[in-house]
Nanobody, 114 residues
C-alpha cells in the first residue's frame, strides 16, 4: 500500500525559507512523477511543483524561489522554498501518479506570518 508522509512545514516569517520532505513507501516509485500541491483556505488545490526522471515543472508563482528534488534511493521528494510570502500560506500535499491513479499525503501546514 502506497504511503506518502510529509514533514517540514511550520511557521515562517515573510522572506523566510522552508524545506518540505515527502517520504514514500509501499510501492515502486522510480519512474512515476511525484510532486507537491497546495491548498489555501477557501481556494482550490493547486500544483506547486512536479518532478519525474529528467524533468521538473513549477507553477509560475514559485519559479525562481523554489526547487524540487528527489532521492531515488530513499524515495524521498523535497521542496525547498525561499522568499516565502503571505500568499504561500497553505496546506502542502505530496503527490504521486502511478499509471492513472493519484496518491496523496495527508499534508503539512505552511504558515507565513510576521
Amino acid at each position: 500500500q502506497v504511503q506518502l508522509v510529509e514533514s517540514g512545514g511550520g511557521l515562517v516569517q515573510p522572506g523566510g525559507s522552508l524545506r518540505l520532505s515527502c517520504a514514500a513507501s509501499g510501492g515502486v516509485f522510480s519512474p512515476n512523477p511525484m510532486g507537491w500541491y497546495r491548498q489555501a483556505p477557501g481556494k482550490q488545490r493547486e500544483l506547486v511543483a512536479t518532478i519525474s526522471p529528467g524533468r521538473t515543472n513549477y507553477v509560475e508563482s514559485m519559479k525562481g524561489r523554489s526547487t524540487i528534488s528527489r532521492d531515488y534511493v530513499t524515495n524521498t521528494v523535497y521542496l525547498q522554498m525561499n522568499s516565502l510570502n503571505l500568499d504561500d500560506t497553505a496546506v502542502y500535499y505530496c503527490w504521486m501518479r502511478e499509471g492513472t491513479k493519484d496518491y496523496w499525503g495527508r499534508g503539512t501546514q505552511v504558515t507565513v506570518s510576521s
